[in-house]
């Protein structure tokens, strides 16, 4: 006997399905973790650019199964589900998607207990706090404070919770009281489907300005290959022409050969000759 299906379910799981299918670029995207009001932000920068459809994961499985039958390879998003996700619907292509998604993230203050991604530092320097028993709450919570010329100051630079360790609660408070943010949070885009192909994160992760700069300097180096080997295009036919014109000129004027392009330059140079010249026997 086949299991009852909720009416609600078969019209999300359709809804969900139409997502997958009628968009040019589809993906998975972790929402995990976001407080509502930053959520709330990331949508509003996304409004008219993407749409954002939160739903359970067996919901977003059953519709990538539903819609690989008219839209073939995208049920491998599956491999992309996992956390707290949404579906991400858009026509910008996958780098834009995923530069712009990894753009949005913030920085946020730690509460504690949660895993360090990279080494937290308190660097040296000033503190905004008065002296006082603070000093010691400082010290308590790893850092080395002291009071110097009537100052609360950090003596040294200081990792108080190494990568990959939990963040203590009582160092959470006081890297929040210091206003330093250690907790990024922001969507996190695991997998794109477009034109039957599927783009990890790792592939789309590129400097967008440094990529573009290797295309500008490979245009360059082609575009002087091709002027030195002499290859005529339409790129090429100007500069190649300007620099025949310089050379051709160059050997007139080696050659002493006098056109209303050398004159002026062969008159100068033997004026200059003739100076020289009288220069040696006076």
Do not use: C
């Amino acid at each position: 006997m086949e299991a009852h299906v909720a009416d609600w379910k078969k019209e999300e799981v359709k809804e969900l399905t139409n997502l997958f299918t009628k968009n040019r670029v589809v993906g998975i995207i972790e929402v995990g973790g976001i407080p509502a009001p930053q959520m709330q932000q990331m949508r509003k920068n996304l409004q008219g650019s993407a749409t954002i459809r939160s739903a359970k994961n067996n919901l977003i499985l059953r519709a990538l199964d539903e819609a690989e039958k008219s839209t073939k390879g995208v049920s491998e998003l599956k491999d992309h589900v996992k956390g707290q996700s949404a579906i991400i619907a858009t026509e910008m292509n996958p780098f834009k998607l995923f530069s712009k998604i990894k753009g949005s993230r913030t920085m946020a203050p730690a509460k504690g207990g949660e895993k360090a991604t990279h080494n937290i530092e308190v660097k040296s320097g000033e503190t905004p706090f008065k002296p006082g028993p603070i000093v010691g709450e400082l010290q308590k919570a790893g850092i080395p404070a002291a009071i110097i010329e009537g100052k609360v100051v950090v003596k040294t630079d200081k990792v108080v919770v190494p990568q990959g360790e939990r963040i203590p609660k009582d160092v959470a408070q006081m890297l929040t009281r210091l206003e330093i943010f250690p907790i990024e949070i922001g969507m996190t885009l695991n997998g794109v489907f477009e034109a039957g192909e599927i783009f990890s994160p790792d592939v789309l992760d590129i400097n967008i300005d440094e990529f573009f700069g290797r295309i500008r300097q490979a245009s360059i180096n082609v575009l002087n290959l091709a002027i030195t080997a002499g290859w005529t295009t339409k790129q090429t036919i100007q500069p190649l022409l300007m620099k025949a014109h310089h050379d051709a000129f160059t050997i007139a004027l080696e050659m002493g050969f006098v056109n209303k392009e050398t004159v002026k330059y062969l008159i100068s140079k033997a004026n200059n000759q003739m100076l020289a010249l009288k220069n040696k026997t006076t």
